[in-house]
Each structure stands twice: as structure tokens, then as C-alpha cells.
Nanobody, 123 residues
């Protein structure tokens, strides 16, 4: 059983930056593909970014390419999401998730989820 705890959310003005962290415990972190998802009010949870087990491969949804960077530190059992040039449409609850099998953009493929952290971008 893997426990995931996100942190780093908050209120920021458009154009600003935030760095989300997700600390994992209870499992072998390096075995998991890690992903970030977000869910805005009234919308479905959507894929944001993912990173391979060793960190050598990353994946992004088109709307965040060039602005967000996912990274991981397997020694610290932590995955990060650096978010720059934030826009009001990025406002959402951000979740990290762990997938034991293979990369996927589908929330249903992920085995473990954190509780989420709120990101609010004001215009």
C-alpha cells in the first residue's frame, strides 16, 4: 500500500509559479510511474504530466507543455511539478498518482492517489 501526500498548492497571480510536491511512503517508490492530474469544479479529472520510473521519460498534456516540468527524486520518494507562467485556467485541485504497470493518461490506470492540493490562479 502506497500513501501519497501532496503539498505546495496555493493562490498565485497569473504569470506566477508554484512547485507541487508529492511524498510517497509505504512502497518501493522507484517501481512506480508517477503522474499528476487535476480536476476543476464541474469537470472531469484530467491528465497533466507523468514521469517514468527512473525519470528519463516525461509526458505532458499539450496545454502545459513548456510551462510545467515534472521531476522525481527516488532517494527522497518524492515527485515534483514545477508550474510556471500559470494561467487562470490552471485553477484546479491537483492530485499525484502512482501506477505500477505502464504509462497512461487515464486516471483509472493509476493504483494510488493522494488527497489533492488546491491551486488557484487569479487574473
Amino acid at each position: 500500500q502506497v500513501q501519497l501526500v501532496e503539498s505546495g498548492g496555493g493562490l498565485v497571480q497569473a504569470g506566477g509559479s508554484l512547485r507541487l510536491s508529492c511524498a510517497a511512503s509505504g512502497g518501493i517508490f522507484s517501481l512506480y510511474i508517477m503522474g499528476w492530474f487535476r480536476q476543476a469544479p464541474g469537470k472531469e479529472r484530467e491528465f497533466v504530466a507523468a514521469i517514468s520510473r527512473g525519470g528519463g521519460s516525461t509526458y505532458y498534456t499539450d496545454s502545459v507543455k513548456g510551462r510545467f516540468t515534472i521531476s522525481r527524486d527516488n532517494a527522497k520518494n518524492t515527485v515534483y511539478l514545477q508550474m510556471n507562467n500559470l494561467k487562470p485556467e490552471d485553477t484546479a485541485v491537483f492530485y499525484c498518482a502512482a501506477d505500477l504497470r505502464a504509462f497512461s493518461r487515464l486516471p483509472g490506470s493509476y493504483d494510488y492517489w493522494g488527497q489533492g492540493t488546491q491551486v488557484t490562479v487569479s487574473s
